[in-house]
Every structure is written in structure tokens, then in C-alpha cells.
Nanobody, 133 residues
């Protein structure tokens, strides 16, 4: 059975930093397209960052230069380092994976995903991030 569990959310002031973690069981991160997504109140879920099986990262324009996605294949953990945070980053953050993404398609999730499409399964339960001004 496949599981993802996020952690690391919390409250931070503007310009602060947080690091989210996503632990998996049941498969290997370097065998799948994986990503971080977020959903703010009243808005659709959007892609934030993704990483393909080769470890190539991609980012949405809204977080490029501030957020960094990484993975630890030994610890089976996916990370999202978030720096220079703004109140617009306030959202529930989720990790998810596409275990069947064709080569060259993983970046679509961070650059274009808006709540539907693709083949994201499983999802984690989410971790809340609140950024105050």
C-alpha cells in the first residue's frame, strides 16, 4: 500500500522560512514524478514544485527563486524549503506523486496544474502553512 505523510507546516512571519517534509512508503521517490501542491481558501489547488525521476526540479513562477524541492532517497523523504515567504503563500500544502508520468512531463505539474488533470495518486493529507504580514 502507498502512503504519503506531510509535516513541517506552521505559522511564520513574512520573509521567514519553513521546510516541509513528505515521507513515503510503498515505493521509491526516484521511481516517480513527485510534487508539492497547495490550496488556499477559496482557490483551486495549484502546483508549486515538481521533481522527475532523474531529480530535475521545476517550479511555478510564483515560487521560483524562493522555494526549493529536494529528495533524500535514503530517508525516503521529499522536502520543500520555502524562503522569503509572503502572505500569498498561505495555504494547505500537499505532496503527491504520479507513478506513471511519461518522460518529460513531470514539469507540467508545477507549471500548469490547476486542480485537475494528470494522474496524481497518492496524495498526502496536507500540512497547513500560514504566513502573517
Amino acid at each position: 500500500q502507498v502512503h504519503l505523510v506531510e509535516s513541517g507546516g506552521g505559522s511564520v512571519q513574512a520573509w521567514g522560512s519553513l521546510r516541509l517534509s513528505c515521507q513515503r512508503s510503498g515505493w521509491r521517490y526516484n521511481h516517480a514524478c513527485v510534487g508539492w501542491f497547495r490550496q488556499a481558501p477559496g482557490k483551486e489547488r495549484e502546483g508549486v514544485a515538481s521533481m522527475d525521476i532523474n531529480g530535475t526540479p521545476s517550479y511555478s513562477d510564483s515560487v521560483k527563486g524562493r522555494f526549493t524541492i529536494s529528495r533524500d532517497n535514503v530517508e525516503n523523504t521529499l522536502y520543500l524549503q520555502m524562503n522569503e515567504m509572503t502572505p500569498e503563500d498561505t495555504a494547505m500544502y500537499y505532496c503527491a506523486a504520479d507513478l506513471s508520468a511519461p518522460p518529460g512531463t513531470c514539469a507540467w505539474y508545477s507549471e500548469h496544474y490547476r486542480g485537475s488533470g494528470g494522474n496524481l495518486d497518492p496524495w498526502g493529507q496536507g500540512t497547513l502553512v500560514v504566513v502573517s504580514s
